[in-house]
């Protein structure tokens, strides 16, 4: 492919200069899909108790009798028995639920025939009550949609020690995540929240974690270099008064000598505009999302024919506007066969509008990775969160429109998505709540 026909060829100096972009320092945050943020709000009530832990395997047995395999809820994220010290704040200066120490005095005023009782293990029950401070664990019984209150009692009360006299057990209703947790960090959360929680390294509701911490480890090196380029794109257009401050860059990961930025674009909304008074969306194809994919088309064309001369009236504004887009244009780095973007990356300062999302996932993106959240406008983001001001952080995302259109099952392309959280933050004037990137 020769370009060099169409597309007048960048001096020297620049092309340097782009190798010499400072690159920005920060770091990732993989985005949660829709369905993650979903789980993670889904609460319900279940059933605990406290038992003498010599008690636990009886109590648990009695309750698998008591309920059948169809009508359980899948709790195994959660532990079954976890220890006082264990528990949540709430939990720790609780009593023993039945009181061991009045039951054994009762007991021994009315002395009860062994055969009343089941397994023969009053004695055992009674030794255990001796103790000043009887060893004892917390029971998750069930989801408390399964088991109406007064049946859960009853299966408790059926066991012993609770079966030896006619001293209730405290059965206690708490609220607990009903679907496993995506993260060490949101199991950690939840067992200091709600109850005991298990991580399991696998994720039901988005990309499997090793597939993200994979990729991520890849894209780590040079991602402050490629988010420095597009932010480099979005100011020289900006600074031309053609459109926002808003650049992007895709990158071929596997190019031959390691990974290379394809093409760049800024946003181009105004450009064609006469009017000072800027008003309305501009030109949403020439968004520098939109225009970064119909670079990658223009280039791809150029590779099966005669390159195309630049249409200075193309909606699409898919030619070089800028230096630094004339610079990475020019060079003959997309490889040949390729189809649409597949596999291809994208870096971009702005989170891509709904419109955009769904062309990057028309067009194959493998990546993408944005620095500033839309919480108006955005199509990526997965959070639902009513928003005041500002565009968030990357840890409390203070808004969004909740879309998390980068994996979701009812698509049929689905890509990896992170923020790029900089040590700078962007100083470009752009109103996030307003603007579509």
């Avoid at 009853?154 to 995506?182: A, D, G, Q, Y």
Wanted: glycine residues 6%; charged residues 20%; proline residues 9%.
């Amino acid at each position: 492919m020769n370009l060099s026909s169409s597309v007048p060829q960048p001096p020297e100096e620049l092309a340097n200069s782009i190798k010499d972009t400072t690159r920005c320092n920060g770091r990732l945050i993989a985005l949660r899909t829709r369905a993650e943020v979903d789980a993670s709000l889904t609460i319900v009530d279940a059933y605990t108790v406290e038992i003498p832990q010599k008690s636990a395997n009886r109590a648990l047995k009695a309750l698998e009798d008591a309920i059948p395999a169809k009508d359980t809820v899948n709790l195994q994220h959660l532990r079954r028995f976890a220890k006082p010290e264990h528990l949540p704040p709430q939990f720790k200066n609780a009593s023993l639920c039945d009181n061991i120490e009045s039951r054994s005095q009762s007991s021994s005023t009315q002395p009860q025939e062994e055969g009343n009782v089941p397994n023969g293990d009053l004695q055992g029950d009674r030794n255990a009550a001796k103790d000043d401070s009887p060893s004892t664990l917390h029971l998750l019984i069930c989801a408390a949609s399964i088991l109406p209150y007064e049946h859960a009692l009853k299966i408790i009360l059926s066991t012993s020690p609770f079966n030896c006299n006619s001293h209730t057990p405290h059965l206690r209703t708490i609220p607990i995540p009903l679907f496993p947790p995506t993260s060490e960090a949101q199991a950690k959360q939840w067992s200091e929240t709600y109850w005991p929680t298990v991580y399991k390294k696998n994720n039901p509701f988005g990309p499997h974690p090793s597939l993200v911490s994979r990729a991520e480890d890849e894209i780590r090196p040079l991602a402050g270099e490629w988010m420095a380029l597009a932010r480099r794109a979005g100011i020289d257009t900006w600074t031309s008064s053609i459109g926002e401050p808003i650049g992007a860059v895709i990158v071929d990961p596997h190019a031959i000598g390691g990974p290379s930025a394809i093409v760049i674009a800024g946003d181009a909304r105004w450009k064609g505009s006469t009017s000072p008074q800027r008003s309305g969306g501009g030109n949403i194809m020439a968004h520098a999302t939109m225009r970064a994919i119909s670079l990658v088309a223009k280039k791809r064309l150029a590779m099966l024919r005669d390159p195309p001369v630049p249409d200075n009236t193309s909606l699409f504004a898919d030619y070089p506007l800028t230096p630094i887009e004339t610079a990475m244009y020019s060079q003959n780095n997309l490889a040949a066969g390729g189809y649409l973007c597949l596999d291809l990356e994208m870096y971009t300062t702005h989170e891509p509008c709904i419109m955009c999302s769904m062309a990057l996932l028309h067009s194959r993106f493998s990546k993408v990775v944005f620095q500033t959240r839309m919480p108006h406008t955005g199509g990526l983001a997965s959070e639902v969160v009513p928003a005041e001001t500002g565009s968030g952080s990357a840890d409390i995302p203070t808004g969004g429109l909740g879309y998390g259109l980068f994996w979701r099952p009812e698509l049929n392309w689905k890509l990896l998505a992170w923020q790029w959280v900089d040590e700078e933050p962007l100083e470009m004037d752009l109103d996030c709540a307003n603007v579509h990137a």
